[in-house]
């Protein structure tokens, strides 16, 4: 199975092909917006860090935005850096430039400020994209499709129709030799054995009970119960009434494939197959988690709705509640609500997705790219703000 | 004649199953279980779409089970019937309130 897309030198690649704005810090995201503002073919990147963390945390944000800027929808990459930010940005340029892109950063302090730096920055990109914009997609296997999983807004329609969804997806994706990846530890908490007895190795189901456990003792450590906080008041409203009944709805999308590892969050897939990324589950950190794997297209399964994009990364988002795609039809590219009302199977969605997806992974527009809902994004990091 | 409400078993374990209507009090659903098994139960309480209610007694302290797996514990007796939610299912996980 096949899709189009822009090969880049590292062999990797992208369902898209812009130029990628990455401010390396966020006092200066609104000189990356007025730049993205004026210039085709370019997407920003605009994030909460890079200032005021513990060095660890620096070093965390750095590795990340080296990993958006890896990101195979990328062809090109302009860095914004204030000139007094904690991440590195030598490095960054450094890394960065190692994947054979066209690569340039500009210092607004150095060039006198924000207007300047709107007017360098402008004519780099305009120049960068007058080049990418000439590149033609060529065919690719599906094996070089890294595809990231999220569900948000979940009810009780998630785990019997959205997730099933994509998870029968993710199977079709694996035995075409290509690499899923699936997060969302807290979601795992009250489902973890059944993870475990997929994992390929004892060492991989030993990785899933240590992050979970990891991950329970956080929410412990606040001394409350962690119902509200997960599942979400949206969660119980839809008739979520345990973590344990999220999670075993949850781990549905991950479909039934072996798990050949645990990676951290700024990790990339070791290798093609089944992988779990540990992450919290907010939104946008996670799908960065997911652009940090060199995902080319997401798909995001939901019950209540949720309008999710992302930048320059296309997600596909799958319904599963009937009422919910009736209502938010509009934002929803697949009706899976269809087997809530026994109307449809399963492998009927999921084929219809499969479809979908090597469309769009060929430039189809996803809803949320059509009305550019695309802009939310944010790096989780461990440590708190100093 | 409406339609009849149809709640699901998913999983032969369970001792509850969901329904994909708003259910009023006193409403009689028919549960289909996964060999096409169906039967009549008679819902005590209010069941917005999506919730679930008892199947079996379940009382207080034992297990709530979903998708054949533990998905809480009855924190009061619950019959046939029951609307089951966060009113009458405890969390056995995360629970840092428990931890001192």
């Known amino acids: ?386 | 004649m409406s339609e009849k409400i149809i709640a699901v078993k998913i999983h032969d374990a369970d001792n509850v199953a969901a329904v994909f209507t708003d259910v009023p009090a006193g409403g009689i659903v028919e549960v289909v279980d996964k060999k096409g098994n169906r039967w009549d139960v008679t819902v005590k309480d209010e069941v917005p779409f999506g919730h679930k209610f008892a199947l079996d007694p379940i009382n207080k302290g034992e297990q709530i089970t979903k998708y054949g797996e533990e998905i809480g514990i009855a924190s009061t007796d619950i019959v046939v019937g029951d609307y089951v939610h966060v009113h009458n299912l405890e969390s056995t996980r995360g629970r840092g309130d428990l931890e001192k």
């Open chain 1, 1 to 386: 199975m096949n899709f189009k897309g822009y090969y880049r030198s590292d062999g990797s690649v992208g369902s898209r092909n812009y130029v990628g704005v990455i401010p390396s810090v966020f006092c200066v995201n609104e000189i990356a917006e007025a730049i993205v503002h004026q210039t085709e073919g370019s997407v920003g990147f605009y994030h909460h860090k890079g200032c005021t963390q513990l060095p660890p945390d620096l070093e965390w944000t750095t590795d990340a935005l080296i990993r958006i800027g890896q990101n195979p929808n990328l062809g090109a990459i302009l860095v914004i850096s204030l000139g007094c930010e904690g991440t590195d940005c030598d490095r960054l340029v450094r890394e960065l430039k190692k994947t054979g892109k066209p690569v340039e950063i500009i210092v607004s302090q150095d060039l006198g400020g924000s207007t300047a730096a709107i007017h360098v920055g402008t004519d780099i990109v305009r120049d960068m994209w007058l080049k990418l914009s000439g590149q033609q997609r060529e065919e690719a296997p599906l094996s070089k499709y890294i595809m990231g999983i999220k569900c948000g807004g979940s009810d009780t329609t998630s785990g019997l129709a959205s997730n099933p969804v994509i998870g029968y997806v993710a199977d079709r994706v694996i035995d075409e030799g290509g690499t899923v990846v699936f997060s969302e530890t807290t979601e795992f908490i009250g489902a973890e054995h059944i993870l475990a007895r997929r994992a390929k190795t004892p060492a991989v189901a030993n990785d899933i009970y240590k992050i979970v456990k990891e991950m329970e003792e956080i929410a412990k450590a606040s001394g409350v119960d962690m119902r509200k906080g997960q599942p979400t008041p949206g969660n119980i409203k839809g008739g979520l009434s345990s973590i344990e009944e999220k999670s075993l709805g949850a781990i549905v999308k991950s479909g039934t494939r072996d798990i050949e590892g645990v990676i951290y969050y700024n990790d990339r897939p070791e290798g093609k197959g089944l992988w779990i990324k540990h992450s919290p589950a907010k939104e946008i950190e996670l799908l960065t988690a997911m652009a940090i794997c060199g995902s080319q297209c997401m798909l995001f399964s939901t019950g209540r709705g949720a309008p999710q994009g992302y930048p320059a990364v296309p997600i596909i988002k799958v319904c599963g509640n009937p009422i919910s795609f009736e209502k938010q039809h509009n934002e929803m590219d697949i009706d899976a609500g269809q087997i809530i009302l026994g109307k449809r199977s399963i492998d009927e969605v999921g084929e219809e997705v499969v479809a979908k997806l090597i469309s769009v992974l060929s430039g189809e527009a996803t809803r949320s790219e059509a009305i550019k809902y695309t802009r939310s994004m944010d790096i989780y990091t461990p440590g708190t703000s100093l």
